[in-house]
T-cell receptor
Framework: GAVVSQHPSRVICKSGTSVKIECRSL??????MFWYRQFPKKSLMLMAT?????????EQGVEKDKFLINHASLTLSTLTVTSAHPEDSSFYIC???????????FGPGTRLTVT | AQKVTQAQTEISVVEKEDVTLDCVYE???????LFWYKQPPSGELVFLIR????DEQNEISGRYSWNFQKSTSSFNFTITASQVVDSAVYFC???????????????WGLGTSLAVNP
């Protein structure tokens, strides 16, 4: 149980375009979802926390207008990178947590390359 | 401050050696949770263990063991008889409460890259 999927696993897009990454909890209801970014050989950096039906809470230094997060249902959260630039290229990982749980279940990650 | 320190950036061992990965944490919370995750080259995070702050019992799972010492704020991870498949980046993380609401967030260490050579 507690499986989280991400789609796509890899995406290449051109500068200036927007790309959407989906995060789904497959067998549980995720009241809270987290989006992380990881640069090569670096640790995970929390970008934002979202509770279902509420606006996401962004970490300091993360542009909310650039990284749009929507958590419209208990099983789906999306991260949209708007007007992507090469410096947005990174590994994006989502995680999900159910009601009353302390565990975060991680998705397999999405590797974004902006050319 | 709330932080996790993994002082070892990279470790290289030969197969069958034992290896210990260090993790030291700081938190103002009295209730907190500690985690270890493995990240192989594929990138997917693999959950290894969760320990809450009230349970100082050490844990053993096969070749893996964990030593939680509140007195030194450490949660070290030992791999016995290492194997090539253990090569990965290992992250220690601390779950702390947020000031507002019931949310918690994970504070991550920088990770230790372990290379097990044949």
């Amino acid at each position: 149980g507690a499986v989280v999927s991400q789609h796509p696993s890899r995406v290449i897009c051109k500068s200036g375009t927007s790309v959407k990454i989906e995060c789904r909890s497959l067998d549980f209801q995720a009241t809270t979802m987290f989006w992380y970014r990881q640069f090569p050989k670096k640790s995970l950096m929390l970008m934002a926390t979202s509770n279902e039906g509420s606006k996401a809470t962004y970490e300091q230094g993360v542009e909310k207008d650039k990284f749009l997060i929507n958590h419209a249902s208990l099983t789906l959260s999306t991260l949209t990178v708007t007007s992507a630039h090469p410096e947005d290229s990174s590994f994006y990982i989502c995680s999900a947590r159910g009601t009353g749980s302390y565990e975060q279940y991680f998705g397999p990650g999405t590797r974004l390359t902006v050319t | 401050a709330q932080k996790v320190t993994q002082a070892q950036t990279e470790i290289s061992v030969v197969e069958k050696e034992d290896v210990t990965l260090d993790c030291v944490y700081e938190t103002r919370d009295t209730t907190y949770y500690l985690f270890w995750y493995k990240q192989p080259p594929s990138g997917e995070l693999v959950f290894l263990i969760r320990r809450n702050s009230f349970d100082e019992q050490n844990e053993i799972s096969g070749r893996y063991s964990w030593n939680f010492q509140k007195s030194t704020s450490s949660f070290n991870f030992t791999i016995t008889a290492s194997q090539v498949v253990d090569s990965a980046v290992y992250f220690c993380a601390l779950s702390v409460s947020l000031r507002a609401g019931n949310n918690r967030k994970l504070i991550w260490g920088l990770g230790t890259s372990l290379a097990v050579n044949p």
